[in-house]
């Protein structure tokens, strides 16, 4: 089992930045990527950016070169770190671990990010 806890949303003007943390426990050591997702009120949860176990990163096109997600290891943490922030980035950020190749198998509780214009 894998426990996701996330922390570090608010509310930010248009420009601004926040930085997401997800605090990591359980069985760690069966996670292979762990991943950002977000989901605006009306749409559907998309995928923001991907890290994997050997620091692959890859990112959605709306976020490229204004988010980054990296991870400290000794600190069990997965960090988003989004700069230039827009209104349409208003979502709540859910932190999602996987085991293998495929869709997420744990999921944190997520937390709100408003972005005001």
């Known amino acids: 089992q894998v426990q996701l806890v996330e922390s570090g949303g608010g509310l930010v003007q248009a420009g601004g930045s926040l930085r997401l943390s997800c605090a990591v426990s359980?069985?760690?050591?069966?996670?292979?990527?762990m991943d950002w997702y977000r989901q605006a009120p009306g749409k559907q949860r998309e995928l923001v950016a991907t890290?994997?176990?050997?620091?692959?990163?890859n990112y959605a096109d709306s976020v490229k070169g204004r988010f980054t997600i990296s991870r400290d290891n000794a600190k069990n943490t997965m960090y988003l770190q989004m700069n230039s922030l827009k209104p349409e980035d208003t979502a709540i950020y859910y932190c999602?671990?996987?085991?293998?190749?495929?869709?997420?198998?744990?999921w944190g509780q997520g937390t709100q990010v408003t972005v005001s214009s």
């Open positions: 359980g069985s760690i050591f069966v996670i292979d990527a």
């Open positions: 890290i994997t176990r050997s620091s692959w990163t």
């Open positions: 999602a671990a996987a085991i293998g190749v495929g869709a997420p198998d744990y």
